[in-house]
């Protein structure tokens, strides 16, 4: 059983839909009352500012983000907000698989369908926090999503990164129909010459005795194959028992790997494979 919260930035007002619009990568337009999508936020550059989950209700739009990003999405909101009649405000966001649910027997003031971002085992209730359930555990979706090689917000901040970058999450999070949004231009202009983005986003799984990874800290970590820098670690997702699960990071489009093969982490004698999931 497994409950947490996310954070959530509340768009309303009569410039809501056309400002989202211009501002995420997938189409709100096509997005019914009760819907729900993923979709980037980019940087005027076309790197990936942050990943969301937008939900649509009857008069607003709610976006999640991983606890603790909040603040910066906002700040990346409002930048483009001048002469938008939106207005931004924040709402607790309770995430609870369905079992956890069941159990419970109240009834969130929304119910949204789950997407990528938000594996289907789970539900999104918007309103009050369900005070009672005292299980959160962030780290078990944050594994599930590595697992299918789905970045969390870790594995995006202050990493040169586009939206290219996460092919496991490209379909379903850009709209390549849709009209201009901020960072759009670089997207398409890729897209347009079937360009592959230089890092792509991978899981891996530990190659031996779990337990030995757990000093290590990610971001200070490279990986090699066959002697050379291959690409880099951005998280490491442990289980109760602080055995490594999975780690997310970051390859070099160059490098390709094949069921049998092994990247190796620089400094350590330790070992990752891959998780092929793209």
Same mark, same amino acid.
């Given at each position: 059983?497994?409950?947490?919260?996310?954070?959530?930035?509340?768009?309303?007002?009569?410039?809501?839909?056309?400002?989202?619009?211009?501002?995420?990568?997938?189409?709100?337009?096509?997005?019914?009352?009760?819907?729900?999508?993923?979709?980037?936020?980019?940087?005027?550059?076309?790197?990936?500012?942050?990943?969301?989950?937008?939900?649509?209700?009857?008069?607003?739009?709610?976006? +999640?983000?991983?606890? /603790?990003? %909040?603040?910066?999405?906002?700040?990346? #909101?409002? =930048?483009?907000? @001048?002469?938008?009649?939106? *207005?931004?405000?924040?709402?607790?966001?309770?995430?609870?698989?369905?079992?956890?649910?069941?159990?419970?027997?109240?009834?969130?003031?929304?119910?949204?369908?789950?997407?990528?971002?938000?594996?289907?085992?789970?539900?999104?209730?918007?309103?009050?926090?369900?005070?009672?359930?005292?299980?959160?555990?962030?780290?078990?979706?944050?594994?599930?999503?590595?697992?299918?090689?789905?970045?969390?917000?870790?594995?995006?901040?202050?990493?040169?990164?586009?939206?290219?970058?996460?092919?496991?999450?490209?379909?379903?999070?850009?709209?390549?129909?849709?009209?201009?949004?901020?960072?759009?231009?670089?997207?398409?202009?890729?897209?347009?010459?079937?360009?592959?983005?230089? +890092?792509?986003?991978? /899981?891996? %799984?530990?190659?031996?005795?779990?337990? #030995?990874? =757990?000093?290590? @800290?990610?971001?200070?970590? *490279?990986?090699?194959?066959?002697?050379?820098?291959?690409?880099?670690?951005?998280?490491?997702?442990?289980?109760?028992?602080?055995?490594?699960?999975?780690?997310?990071?970051?390859?070099?489009?160059?490098?390709?790997?094949?069921?049998?093969?092994?990247?190796?982490?620089?400094?350590?004698?330790?070992?990752?494979?891959?998780?092929?999931?793209?």
């Amino acid at each position: 059983m497994t409950r947490f919260e996310m954070d959530c930035v509340v768009l309303s007002g009569k410039g809501a839909e056309t400002y989202l619009q211009g501002q995420i990568t997938q189409d709100v337009t096509e997005v019914a009352v009760g819907g729900s999508i993923d979709a980037f936020v980019l940087e005027p550059s076309g790197k990936v500012h942050s990943l969301v989950t937008v939900l649509r209700a009857e008069s607003e739009f709610y976006l +999640l983000i991983d606890s /603790g990003y %909040r603040d910066g999405l906002i700040e990346r #909101l409002e =930048r483009f907000s @001048i002469r938008s009649k939106t *207005e931004f405000d924040t709402v607790a966001a309770t995430i609870t698989s369905h079992e956890v649910q069941a159990l419970s027997g109240e009834a969130a003031t929304h119910v949204y369908r789950a997407t990528k971002l938000i594996p289907l085992e789970f539900s999104i209730s918007i309103g009050e926090p369900i005070e009672h359930l005292k299980d959160t555990n962030f780290e078990v979706i944050r594994g599930l999503r590595v697992s299918s090689c789905i970045p969390s917000m870790v594995d995006v901040l202050g990493q040169n990164v586009f939206p290219a970058s996460f092919p496991a999450l490209f379909e379903s999070a850009v709209s390549l129909k849709k009209g201009c949004y901020t960072g759009q231009e670089l997207v398409a202009r890729m897209d347009s010459r079937g360009s592959s983005a230089p +890092l792509v986003f991978r /899981g891996f %799984r530990p190659y031996g005795e779990t337990a #030995l990874y =757990r000093d290590m @800290i990610p971001q200070s970590l *490279e990986l090699r194959y066959k002697d050379d820098k291959a690409g880099v670690l951005t998280s490491l997702v442990f289980d109760e028992d602080n055995k490594l699960v999975v780690a997310g990071g970051y390859l070099k489009r160059t490098v390709r790997l094949d069921v049998t093969e092994t990247l190796g982490i620089v400094g350590t004698d330790l070992s990752l494979e891959p998780c092929f999931c793209l």
